[in-house]
């Protein structure tokens, strides 16, 4: 590809002399592709209305601005056949230029751009490299789709994961995988038709055997990137246990050396990186769920000593981004490119260490005693207001923060009915949320200050409200990763300020919670298991079969952000 548009860090700027250059490229396929983005070894996956620009520019942020070509970024999964045809839906969920998007595409048009005109999504000078990702199932809405913003980005991904149930229905997602010979049709019209390469993300099948021939039939159609998520389709919600890495490393082992590889799922912090790259020998590393609790899992941890005031670390050696700093990061971020206007003046961040500050005064938005205020509903004025907010940056935020700020806000109600009442664009109703959570993250500190100021050893924090014992280090190595979280709890565990992940429980603690029951037909199929060895006078043994279980579906409170898929 030219290097104007694919090789952006040579050349971020552009003159209009350049435009019309930049509208001409050279396709290339598979590894030589990977290598022309600067072969990233980081990859911020696609999650519907979860991976727009804000977003993506708050992950690359704590990379080093000479590091940051290393994350590869993709947007949200689009409706092809929505993007393709309808104006309202392109704007309201692609934003290149400060203008519309023409439709058909006029190449000549965009040529005659100044780069001036350039906006958000796909910009040369900070968003990049990017694919842009579409669900679709008919390769004629795919191309269509494709092309509008090809200009834009260095690829074009076919979303083969999404699990969820608007997927079967529609058929796309992971539901294409019934339909091998559809996704070779659409793979092979946009690497016979489209100026960049197209690349796909797929979840594994039953068998390594059968996951093999399907990456293949993607591949041999013209994909230059595969995408491999270790779970199965059926895996998702409480259900989605554990993802399978030894089938990833299967495919590297037996696909063509110069294969492109990502392995996808398991990653909870940095440090399964770049366990997951040896484990899997993938190329790259995708994050999502991961990324969405904690936006800094792409970076690495100052050292000792420099931490500053955004990063904090323990007596254990344990540490991460403040929750009050990532915040701060995320609304300036929103500030200047969302609304276009320049961030507020801020304190610095509070330390421990800091001299008292005589001039605080007690915060007037919400005392953190006094009684929840009762959830307001909202005005037809305000939903109609509402609706006519397009900007995915602005529709965006609560979602975000509800998952960034989730172990505060369990413990902070007044933190979390301030979020719950903030409405789409009204950033004055965002900015005294952190003001909230500036104080809550003070509260903590100041309290584990006190707490260990004569000691070296930490407490135990509280996942989903059950506190472990500290106990567990000393059994780590003896819990089974696929009937116990605990492992992952204590390995992950921070102070509740910190960002950290979240850690779902495995499928057979969810059945045992009660959050998940098998469907008769499964228990009946469990129950011929057992009498089956009983007849030949064996007991049964292992774990409870993880496959083929129907989930009940969890009542949750309307302010829990959307479902991730992809």
Known sequence: MGSEIQGTRQRPEATNDQSEEMMKRVKLHGRAFYESIGSPKLVLAPMVEQSEFAWRMLSRSFLPPSAQHNLLAYTPMFHSKMFGEKQIY????????????????DAYHLSQLPISERHLDGNPSFDRPL????????????????????????AVDLNLGCPQGIARRGKYGAFLQDDQPLIARMIRKLHDELEVPVTAKMRVLETKEETLAYAKTILDAGASIITVHGRRREQKGHNTGLADWSKIRYLRE????????????????????AECLTATGADAVMSAEGNLYDPTIFADPPPVGREGREYWRGRDGKGGYRMDAVMRRYLDIIHKYALGRTPPQRKPLFLPSDPPDTEETEDATEDEEG???????????????????????????QAHLFHLLRPLVSRH??????????????????????????????????????????????????????????KLQAEYGDLDPYTSSLAAVERCRRPWWICQPYVRPVPQEAIEKGSMQLSKKEKKRLEQEKAEPKATGIEPDGRIDKENVAVQEETIEAEIPKVVCG
């Open 90 to 105: 392109r704007d309201s969920h692609f934003q290149p230029l400060k203008s519309a998007l023409h439709s058909p595409v």
């Open 371 to 397: 009684p929840a205020k009762k959830k307001q509903k909202q005005s037809k004025a305000e939903k109609k207001q509402k609706s006519r907010i397009s900007n995915p940056n602005l529709t965006a935020m």
């Open 413 to 470: 109600h007044n933190v979390r009915d301030a979020l719950a009442r903030s409405r789409t664009g009204d950033i004055d109703a965002f900015e005294s949320v952190l003001t909230l959570v500036e104080k809550a993250v003070k509260e903590g500190l100041i309290a584990y200050e006190k707490e260990h100021a004569t000691t070296n050893d930490t407490k135990p924090i509280e996942i989903e409200g059950e506190a472990h014992d500290g």
């Open 131 to 154: 694919t842009v990702q579409f669900c679709s199932n008919d390769p004629d809405d795919f191309l269509c789709a494709a092309k509008h913003v090809a200009p834009f980005c260095d």
């Open 254 to 273: 037996n696909l063509p050396k110069d294969t492109v590889i990502f392995a996808n799922g398991n990653i909870l912090q940095r440090e399964d990186i």
